[in-house]
């Protein structure tokens, strides 16, 4: 399958004046010599995973798909937005046996009362993913869970947890040795955003009934075709190019833009990658999402005439899966039956032309990504193309695009919110801080 | 209930000297004589709406929760959004009856055959929103399930039709008249995205089971708080001028934050209203959602380190309707033991004061709008509060805030490529155009 880039903004069409600066960035990735270098395993994890590991990986999945109604899974971050992206990105909506339930990536009481009560007269299996184990939303879900589990079916419960953590170290590794829970690795070198074809991706998407071996035949493939130094045989390089381009010229958000609503969390899962690894040193483009053509009726007048700081990036998939045709009809009141006999499909494409059009000539630049179809192999392949883009685009921009230095000021002050010991002093200061907001 | 807003940005915490055109605002708005004033209908429309017409809603609304499996809705824009985030904020996650699900929103076929396989052998029934009856997306899926429901029910299939549509003209109204429809009119002074608390929100939330006459009570309450002139006592006219003081210093974009995932689909709400109605004459502020402490792990980074680019509203929600204790545990690997018996709810606001003041010392202020507890009350109120605070921004900015100029340019481009009648020579046009994109 391919992936065409093609860029609808006539007057930066040209970055073929980019290649020295690609070239280096290049080296700098396949070398491992960037800054965050030692997190490019995955790189070519695809290709080092071995024939063992995705059996045992598919063994798992099978048992429970042949005995849980439910698999409850808890993490945040890359241990959830991969492989749900995937999974909604392929799986039907309805029907689907077993149900697949994240738990762990938010703190909403309600909700997490709604799941425990929903599966407590269910058959259910619990998977964990963490590299450490402390962190705090799926390290609270997983108690939880596991007290469910251990009340529910006592001694056995150890053969319903799967736990996905670090290989060696950190609390979930030590609790799973304990009990006796059968374990997966996370790489050390694998950031979360960039972990999608290990086990915390491929397990969950095994368990829906993907697969898997064809989603990483596409990384591999993704891995080959953008491993190319240069510009004109590397579309990853080309779109990453580009974006920082229009960044330069003040276009300081990009919208991931797709017609077909099981793409949310495909862009859910883009947003985390280029927004972690862009933005910091208080650069980088801000990255947000629109469901067309939902969101042409919500945020597409913005778009059209709103501030001329956008661009867009348009996934546009050639075939779909299903199609449905306009039927006729006699008095035809909805002036519909110019489209008697059409695809929905091929009307789809055209109000994704006809927006990338209008939208260009109204000063938003777009880009436009075209994949074959949405399969296991394609989006596979997608993913890599947006993770190496996303290196690239973060070292075209001077950041490390491995790390997440930011994210640690809420978590310190949100650790002496809640008491943690040993925080006493940041406690004491943190409250009066609060409470001087709460009053002002 | 009260919605009291704080203001987490010392250094623009004064609004006072925006009185005098917080008052010109407040009586372009109150007299109607704003720009696009004629579509200020929903300024008292609670107030207005018969006791017989409540009680229509509610007779029907009843018919479909005694009969219907399903119910699919078709409508796009202010015919979805409203009615879908007080159900998705409101409803319980599992076990919905009836069902209800949105169709005519999106034109993927894949999704569209999903649904119709999915309806086909269950007792449903269909309501098409729509004020013209031709808007292309709920044409198309009204059509599919217009002949799916004569089909299935033959003779009997105007009974299972509701349409909401325009008083007196247009397609949709002419076929309801002829076909026998149950009808309901959407006014002809309310636009989409203010029409929530009409029949086009009404009677969805009304078929799940939730109390519209607390929903009515909670507008109202709305009408009369924020139709005070002075921004003391008006939260929304401060909020509206916050936001217009932030947009001049050069924060384009607002993130609406909240902690609760069910409000997910109030953030889209959030993004149509505000978005549709200040992006024009390219200004207004690009409106984003953000759902914590979920995107923490995903744009938090961003948030912290990234362009300065940005402000937040956080909403923050007092009193859980279903709250969860942090059980103990002997060993502590986790090391949460010092939450034992913490209520999530505690934990998860903590988070929210944690991380707001975070962002705020990194660059980012934050308005904090509190909201005592989610019920249809208190967001009938929040939804009027936002509604007011909406218009204000827009005429504060200078643009219209109840038109959508903008979305007719993607919408001719799209009629063209499909080769409308009457439009030929435009197709020609617009079709080279594309073929030239496409070959460029």
Request: proline share 4%.
């Amino acid at each position: 399958m391919r992936i065409e880039t093609r860029f609808c903004s006539p007057h930066i069409h040209k970055v073929e004046d980019g290649q020295e600066l690609t070239s280096h960035v290049h080296r700098m990735i396949q070398e491992k010599t960037a800054p965050g270098g030692e997190f490019l395993g995955w790189l070519d994890y695809a290709d080092k995973l071995s024939e063992k590991q995705i059996c045992e990986i598919e063994e798992i999945a099978d048992e429970i798909r042949q005995r849980a109604d439910v698999l409850v899974i808890s993490g945040i971050g890359g241990s959830y937005l991969g492989s749900k992206a995937v999974m909604e990105a392929l799986c039907p909506t309805y029907g689907r046996k077993p149900e697949i339930i994240f738990m762990g990536h938010h703190m909403s009481s309600e909700e997490l009362v709604e799941v425990t009560d929903y599966i407590c007269d269910k058959e259910f299996y619990v998977l964990v993913i963490s590299k450490s184990g402390k962190t705090l939303e799926p390290a609270i879900s997983f108690r939880l869970l596991r007290r469910m589990a251990e009340e529910r079916y006592g001694g056995d419960s150890s053969k319903r947890i799967i736990a996905i953590t670090d290989e060696h170290s950190g609390a979930l590794r030590t609790l799973a040795s304990q009990k006796n829970y059968r374990t997966f690795s996370i790489p050390a070198d694998i950031g979360g955003r960039y972990s999608v074809h290990t086990p915390a991706g491929l397990l969950p998407m095994a368990v829906a009934g993907l697969d898997i071996r064809a989603f990483l035949e596409g990384m591999k493939e993704g891995s080959r075709e953008y491993s190319r130094e240069f510009l004109e045989e590397n579309a990853a390089y080309r779109y990453a190019l580009m974006r920082s381009r229009l960044l330069e010229e003040g276009k300081h958000v990009e919208i991931l833009v797709n017609y077909h609503p099981k793409l949310m969390y495909f862009a859910e899962w883009f947003k985390q990658l280029f927004g972690e690894s862009e933005g910091k040193e208080n650069k980088g483009i801000f990255p947000v999402a629109m469901i067309n053509t939902t969101d042409l009726h919500s945020l597409g007048q913005y778009v059209q005439e709103g501030q001329r700081i956008l661009f867009e990036t348009v996934i546009d998939i050639l075939k779909p899966k299903a199609d449905i045709f306009i039927p006729g009809d006699e008095q035809d009141l909805d002036e519909l039956n110019y489209l008697y006999g059409r695809d929905l499909h091929f009307i789809n494409r055209r109000a994704m032309q006809a927006t990338a059009l209008a939208h260009m000539e109204g000063g938003v630049p777009n880009i436009i990504i075209e994949v074959d179809k949405l399969d296991e192999r394609n989006l596979g392949k997608l993913m890599y193309f947006f993770m190496i883009a996303c290196a690239a685009s973060g070292l075209f921009l001077g950041v490390n695009p491995f790390n997440q230095p930011g994210v640690e000021a809420y978590k310190n002050n949100m650790f002496a919110l809640l008491g943690k010991p040993g925080m006493e002093i940041e406690t004491a200061e943190i409250e009066k801080k609060i409470h001087a907001i709460q009053e002002g």
